[in-house]
Structure formats: C-alpha cells, structure tokens
C-alpha cells in the first residue's frame, strides 16, 4: 500500500520480501473468505482499536473502511457487505485481488524483490540484506518497513525485526498475542466428543478494574478444543483476558448460555414445568443441549445443577478461570512492535529522518472482523504518503540550499 502512493507520485520503488513470494500471511487471511473490512458505523469502528484508538483514529480518517471499499472497485474487485455487516470480496478470495494489485505496482515500476530478509544497517546508514547467504547493501532516499508482527512465523512475520530496531533506540514494545486461544483442562470424558464443536449464539464477558468492573456482554461464537476455547467471539475479548493474566495470573471469564433471553424469562420456565420433568429436559427445551449442555456441566457442580433457584443466574453468568493463552505463534494476529511515540503523525521514525513504520509492526491490535486488515491499509497509505511528502520537502530543499 505505501508502496503504491510512492509509485503513483512517480517514484521508482523497490520491494523487497523475506518470503519466496509476496503477501503469504495476505493469502492465509483468506482461507474461509477474505473479510477485507467492516460495514459498521465509524465510531462503533474505531473503538474495536482499545487503548489504541486515539493514535488510529487520524490514520483511518485518511483512508477508513469506505475507501478501502472504493479502493478494491478500482482493481475491479466488486464487495459485498454480509450478514454480520463483515465485508468481503464477492470471489471471497485473496489470490485474485492480490493478482491484480501486484500486477499494476508492475505497470506502474515497482519491483519486487522475494527471498531477501533485513539483517541490519551498514555504516553507511544502508539497509542490508541476506539473499541466499549473500549479504546485499541497499542505498535508498526513503524506506517503508512493513515487517509485520510475531505470529505465524512459516508465513514471514517472525518479529525478528525488533531487536534490530532496539539496537538503533527505537522504542519498541514486546510482542504479545492477540486474537488467541486459551488453555483449559476439561474434564474426561464429559467434552471429549465436542472438541472442534462450537458454541453457537452465546454471551462473554470479562471482569473489568475499578468504575467498569462489568465489561459489555459480547455475543457470537465461540469454540471448544482440545486444549481451551478459541473462536471470534474469544478473540473479541482476548486482550482483556491476556492483560488480566499477565497482571494477576488468573482471569474469569462469564458465559451467557442464553443471550436473547432474561434470567425472569428462565426462571418462569422452570417455575411451570411439569412434575418429575428432568432439569436436563428443561434445559434441552430452552436450547441448552449439544456442546453448551457440556460446557454447562463442566464448569457448574450437581448440585449447581439441581439448584433449580438459582441456575437462571448460573446459565446467565457462567464463571470460567483461565490461567494461560496459547503460544504467540498460533495466535491470529500480535500486539506489540515500535511504539506511536517513536513515530510522527506520517508514521516517520522520529529519531531516524527518512524511515518509515507501517502494518502490525506498530504496537496496536484489534480483533477479527476486518478491522486488522483496514488498519494495515491505512497505516500503509499513510506512512506512502508520508513517504512522499518527504522526498518532497528534501527536493525543495536542496532546490534552496
């Protein structure tokens, strides 16, 4: 994306990748259907970004959801929005879109450079890379890094960048996962026959700190594996219970069994059943059966169970601890990476005139939902056009000297 604005100012760009071949981790993102941005409204938008959001929010007022949208027509990739308001390619694939674009940064001189991974800087200030064991200095007027975050490594983004940039003084902050699994010992057998099922139509909540000790009620789905729980609906709250983690060793989270109905609307249902019905019965009746019936009886006790008094709060606001995430390579996506205050508003490295950060190499994260895609693009075009600003402001410069 910086690499476009570049181009189209009439620069010549050089590209150079790690990878033997371009947007891998672009490419894996759309297994299952490119989900390239969300159609929700622009504040509701932003505050998917956290503690983030005031360093994003001027970033994606420069090129938001809409014009990435626009920006896709132009490649002649028509979206759609879908029922969860996720926008997607009406292909629903990647390798098509990401065809045409590679194909017009080509007609437009870009080059590309695959299987050249960043080693450091020469004396000289120059980039230098290894390409097949042999060290290549660069000399550029300007640089856009883009090296991504901590997370799926086999696909390029091994945040091996970060102690590169340590050594040179450039704030950094250490990579954690984001968009994550969490570990969790079920009882055998009870879930063994659903590891891999998911949880249909269900709440989670995570306790807060101080004034908002309740955090908002999200809904989705979730999934139950082997080893925990993963899932959109994990991921959307999956900081919270990271940080929460690292801070104290522990956190609970709270599932909503029955999200569209009321702890009232429960426990008239229980009141009017019939005598000698089971409680398993009953629950089967309000839609507690398959995977939520196991998730209910692995995290409650019999006589939870048979509590018939109080199960419309236990199903409303079921406790679950957590002790640990899965490892940083599984996760979708990483928080961490240069820090908003090593760089300038065009995302220029403050001590470093010239070098530009773009992409989940910059300390922020969000869940999925089209959200990490949307602020990768925005970081892109506007470290590309911070890119170009520069050469500019130097060319007058030199014009004057």
Not at 134 to 151: E, H, N
Not at 228 to 247: F, P, W
């Amino acid at each position: 994306m910086a690499a476009e604005q570049l181009a189209g100012a009439g620069v010549k760009v050089a590209v150079y990748d790690a990878m033997p071949s371009l947007g891998r981790k672009f490419l894996r993102a759309g297994i299952g259907g490119l989900n390239i941005t969300h159609s929700e409204d622009q504040q509701r938008f932003l505050s998917r970004f956290g503690e983030r959001q005031g360093e994003l929010e001027p970033l994606l007022a420069r090129f938001d959801s809409a014009a990435l949208q626009q920006w896709c027509e132009t490649l002649g990739v028509t979206t759609f929005v879908g029922s969860s308001g996720r926008v997607f390619p009406l292909e629903k694939k990647a390798a098509p879109l990401l065809r045409r674009w590679l194909a017009r940064l080509r007609a437009t001189n870009v080059s590309f450079y695959p299987r050249h991974r960043m080693v450091g800087w020469n004396d000289n200030g120059d980039c230098v890379f290894d390409h097949r064991g042999q060290q290549i200095a660069t000399r550029a007027d300007v640089t856009v890094f883009a090296t991504g975050g901590s997370s799926w490594s086999a696909l390029g983004s091994d945040g091996q960048w970060l102690s590169l940039f340590e050594r040179r003084a450039i704030a950094c902050a250490p990579f954690k996962p984001s968009n994550c699994g969490f570990n969790y010992s079920w009882p055998e057998p009870l879930m063994a026959e659903h590891y891999g099922r998911p949880l249909k139509n269900i709440g989670l909540s995570v306790e807060g700190d101080g004034e908002h000790r309740q955090r908002e009620v999200k809904q989705g789905d979730a999934l139950i594996s082997h080893y925990g729980i993963e899932g959109s609906l994990v991921y959307t709250v999956s900081a919270a219970i990271r940080d929460q983690i690292d801070a104290g060793g522990a956190a609970t989270v709270y599932w909503d069994l029955l999200p569209g109905s009321s702890s009232e609307k429960i426990n008239a249902v229980f009141s009017g059943r019939k005598a000698g019905e089971s409680v398993s019965n009953t629950l089967r009746k309000l839609g507690i059966k398959g995977a939520k019936a196991a998730l209910l009886k692995s995290l409650s006790s019999k006589a939870q169970m048979q509590d018939t008094a109080s199960l419309a709060a236990l199903l409303k606001r079921l406790p679950q601890t957590l002790t640990s995430y899965r490892p940083i390579d599984e996760a979708i996506s990483t928080a961490g990476g240069v820090c908003f205050s090593a760089v300038d508003d065009h995302l220029m490295i403050r001590s470093a005139p010239g070098y530009f950060c773009a992409g989940e190499m910059l300390d922020w994260e969000a869940p999925t939902g089209g959200y990490l895609l949307t602020a990768c693009y925005a970081t892109g075009y506007v470290a590309g056009c911070g890119a170009v600003a520069y050469l500019t402001d130097s060319a007058a410069a030199k014009g004057r000297a």
